[in-house]
């Protein structure tokens, strides 16, 4: 298979910068000449594999963390935004929008969010009066997209609390025990903090009592929701300080942003600290990522299984790049990532096409489809109903389909492309 090319000028230009030398000295230290490494930082011509060795040894630049993905999600939504019909059907063509994304990423990133605040205005015109449509608020993100964006734009990978909660499950021995028990343990031992089955009509997850240290939950909830909850628990008592680093560093336009992401980022310690990186990672290439196996396997849930896939991007040590979201009924993505080039939509609902929507319709069935998206890549996709629910007959039970997917050329990593 033939391997993409790689222009990352912007990049060794500022690697050259760094290092305060001239192009002279630089292509001379790189075994080039010095009209190459000019036309490298022009864009004009690819990095070879010989530059980006030269680069990792002479300039210790992480070779791993040079590839596109972060320039593939900044083109997507660049695509996106231009693709809108406010343009006047006059979009750049791909490549123009490559040397954009490559070359002037502050650029791109301020056009989003042009066009992001076009459209939140563009939605609420049609449905509010003109007294609301005169508000200032219209023209910022909601909190909500403002903690999306934030994950979006690093991977969706966080690496101070995943390596503290794989630290932490080596240090209880979480792949070895069951995880709640081991959970509880914790929880008592280190913070003096009890778990209580919360009262039947509650209708509560999970609720922490601090000044009598009960950890209240669930008792109707599935074992791998109770264990995630107690993981919560423990990232919001033990990672306070590194989770209001981040949030410091993130710069959220309000309060309510802020924690939001808190609690996203509490989350994600959790998922961590069940699915520990590097047992999960080894795990899941074992098991040619089998999401009810690697589920009994950790005592997780298929979607936090699903979900965690979609955040192994450490650098060094990556996973296969793959695409994660949840659907409702109504067609609606209420969850989403990716990994892969495959970068979802930021308004509107899924493709009707896409098997999630099947999945409702066969419930307990893994869907499996080949698709294609406009560009000519082709992916496999994988998709199942979960239902959610804490109770009995009476209690209400939500619906959703969870979607997994990657390229093709990663479609032998999953069991689940020999049924295609």
Not at 176 to 195: M, P
Not at 317 to 333: E, Q, Y
Request: proline share 3%; with cysteine; aromatic share 8%.
């Amino acid at each position: 298979m033939a391997h993409a090319k790689l222009f990352i000028g912007r990049r060794v230009r500022e690697q050259r910068e760094a290092s305060k030398a001239t192009q002279a000295a630089f292509a001379e230290r790189l075994g080039i000449s010095t009209s190459y490494l000019n036309q490298i930082e022009n864009n004009q011509r690819p990095v070879s594999a010989a530059v980006l060795l030269a680069l990792a040894e002479k300039f210790q630049v992480d070779i791993a963390s040079i590839g596109g993905s972060d320039g593939d999600r900044l083109l997507s939504a660049l695509r996106e935004a231009l693709a809108d019909p406010v343009s006047g059907g006059s979009s750049p063509s791909l490549q123009e929008l490559k040397l954009v994304a490559q070359n002037a990423p502050s650029f791109a990133h301020a056009l989003i969010a042009c066009h992001q605040a076009y459209r939140r205005n563009s939605e609420q015109l049609a449905s509010f009066d003109d007294q609301l449509i005169r508000t200032n608020a219209l023209s910022e993100p909601t909190p909500y997209e403002e903690v999306r964006d934030f994950f979006h734009f690093v991977d969706n990978y966080i690496d101070e609390l995943d390596r503290a909660a794989e630290h932490l499950a080596q240090a209880l021995g979480l792949t070895d025990r069951d995880v709640g028990t081991a959970l509880v343990d914790h929880l008592e031992q280190h913070h003096h903090v009890r778990i209580a089955r919360a009262g039947t009509g509650e209708g509560v997850i999970r609720r922490f009592d601090a000044s009598a240290r009960v950890l209240y939950l669930n008792a109707y909830s599935p074992a791998s929701t109770r264990s995630f909850q107690m993981a919560f628990q423990i990232g919001a008592l033990e990672q306070r300080a590194e989770i209001d680093a981040i949030i410091e560093r993130a710069r959220f336009r309000t309060a309510e942003a802020a924690e939001i992401c808190r609690i996203g980022l509490q989350n994600y310690f959790a998922g961590a600290l069940m699915l520990p990186y590097r047992s999960f990672l080894v795990a899941a290439k074992e098991l040619r990522h089998d999401l009810h196996l690697l589920a009994v396997r950790f005592g997780a849930s298929l979607e936090q299984v699903a979900h965690r896939l979609s955040t192994l991007q450490r650098s060094g040590l990556k996973g296969v790049p793959v695409f994660f979201a949840r659907i409702d009924r109504a067609g609606n993505i209420t969850k989403r990532h990716s990994a892969s080039k495959l970068q979802f939509a930021r308004y509107g609902a899924a493709c009707p096409l896409w098997n999630a929507h099947q999945a409702f319709e066969a419930p307990g069935r893994m869907i499996c489809q080949l698709a294609e998206t406009p560009d000519g890549v082709r992916y496999l996709s994988i998709a199942t109903e979960v239902a959610k629910g804490e109770g009995g007959f009476a209690s209400p039970h939500r619906r959703y389909a969870i979607a997994l997917g990657c390229e093709i050329s990663y479609a032998g990593d999953f069991v689940y492309a020999a049924r295609l």
